[in-house]
T-cell receptor
Framework: AQSVTQPDIHITVSEGASLELRCNYS??????LFWYVQSPGQGLQLLLK??????LVQGIKGFEAEFKRSQSSFNLRKPSVHWSDAAEYFC??????????????FGKGTKLSVIP | GAGVSQSPSNKVTEKGKDVELRCDPI?????LYWYRQSLGQGLEFLIY????????KSGLPSDRFSAERTGGSVSTLTIQRTQQEDSAVYLC??????????????FGPGTRLTVL
């Protein structure tokens, strides 16, 4: 079965600083990887996704993520954080279960706080 | 167009009562998913529908949980004899067509269920 680990529960950065959120996955086949963001009281919004091809993917709001198969990682980065980026970020892997049901398996999330 | 909508946005109920949660997917989306988000468990997959059919119901936490989808559109998640551990945010998502793993899931704002 697939699993996702986000080692950092909470990260605090200063506005304008760079950001990297870590994500490690476990999956037996080619992974389909996603990053979602959830602002307080809001639903989950897709930031970016990786299926194949270029291992560096660009997303919305200036985010990017790099797939590293050798490290089973899909870390999210942003060069300069804005106060509006404060939210909770979820990494997920998409896969079929043995019974044919497709699902996203999420990490526990990383809460990002931004200091003005 | 409109996104995924869910109703009610908040539901407070007494232990032992039945509740029904509704999801309206994006028009034309054939795949629909239910997830549960709770403090202790993070985001858990519950069930997915392709059209009106759910190939695998093993993600439902207990036999008190059931879900149906009619007309390839609206879905309802029913919890019978609610327990306090059912308190969570129930999220619904939809995607256009589950041909490959590349379909993006679009999430609704969720229904916050509180069982007293």
């Amino acid at each position: 079965a697939q699993s996702v680990t986000q080692p950092d529960i909470h990260i605090t950065v200063s506005e304008g600083a760079s950001l990297e959120l870590r994500c490690n996955y476990s999956y037996g086949a080619t992974p389909y990887l996603f990053w979602y963001v959830q602002s307080p009281g809001q639903g989950l919004q897709l930031l970016l996704k990786y299926f194949s091809g270029d291992t560096l993917v660009q997303g919305i709001k200036g985010f990017e993520a790099e797939f590293k198969r050798s490290q089973s990682s899909f870390n999210l980065r942003k060069p300069s954080v804005h106060w509006s980026d404060a939210a909770e970020y979820f990494c997920a892997v998409g896969a079929y279960s043995g019974a044919g049901s497709y699902q996203l398996t999420f990490g526990k999330g990383t809460k990002l706080s931004v200091i003005p | 167009g409109a996104g995924v909508s869910q109703s009610p946005s908040n539901k407070v109920t007494e232990k032992g009562k039945d509740v029904e949660l509704r999801c309206d997917p994006i028009s034309g989306h054939t795949a629909l998913y239910w997830y549960r988000q709770s403090l202790g468990q993070g985001l858990e997959f519950l069930i997915y529908f392709q059209g009106n059919s759910a190939p695998d119901k093993s993600g439902l936490p207990s036999d008190r949980f059931s879900a149906e989808r009619t007309g390839g559109s609206v879905s309802t998640l029913t919890i019978q004899r609610t327990q306090q551990e059912d308190s969570a945010v129930y999220l619904c998502a939809s995607s256009e067509l589950l041909i490959t793993h590349t379909d993006t899931q679009y999430f609704g704002p969720g229904t916050r269920l509180t069982v007293l």
